[in-house]
């Protein structure tokens, strides 16, 4: 189970944290993407964190910008956002992959569908100009 949480309302310029708390599954061999879907696009991807090696992987679109992270201990990812714009409005999902069995660079390289059985909530967040 994934609960993303952290949206908000927010100026262009601004930041959020999003997190996404994992329950069910063990914390040790995972890969967990964030994802977004703007009103009347189709979702992509934005960001992918894998256990194996740390390694994080970025969409163009927000590279430089947003910083994937992840605690253990929390079982938890984040994903740190920095310096919005008004086209980063969208709802964000985490999703996970335990077992670390799709490569993270899917993510990000890839259109829908993705292959991923877990799934968030997702939050909303959206910058204002």
């Known amino acids: 189970q994934l609960q993303a949480s952290g949206g908000g309302l927010v100026q262009a310029g601004g930041s959020l944290r999003l997190s996404c708390a994992a329950s069910?599954?063990?914390?040790?061999?995972?890969?967990i993407g964030w994802f977004r879907q703007a009103p009347g696009k189709e979702r992509e991807g934005v960001s992918c964190?894998?256990?194996?090696?740390?390694?994080?992987y970025y969409a163009d679109s927000v590279n430089g910008r947003f910083t994937i992270s992840s605690d253990n201990a929390k079982k938890t990812v984040y994903l740190q956002m920095n310096s919005l714009k008004p086209e980063d409005t969208a709802v964000y999902y985490c999703?996970?992959?335990?077992?670390?069995?799709?490569?993270?660079?899917?993510?990000?390289?890839?259109?829908?569908?993705?292959?991923?059985?877990?799934w968030g909530q997702g939050t909303e967040v959206t910058v204002s100009s």
């Open positions: 999703a996970a992959d335990p077992g670390n069995f799709i490569p993270c660079i899917v993510v990000v390289t890839t259109a829908p569908p993705y292959p991923y059985d877990y």
């Open positions: 069910g599954f063990t914390f040790d061999d995972y890969a």
């Open positions: 964190i894998s256990s194996s090696d740390g390694s994080t």
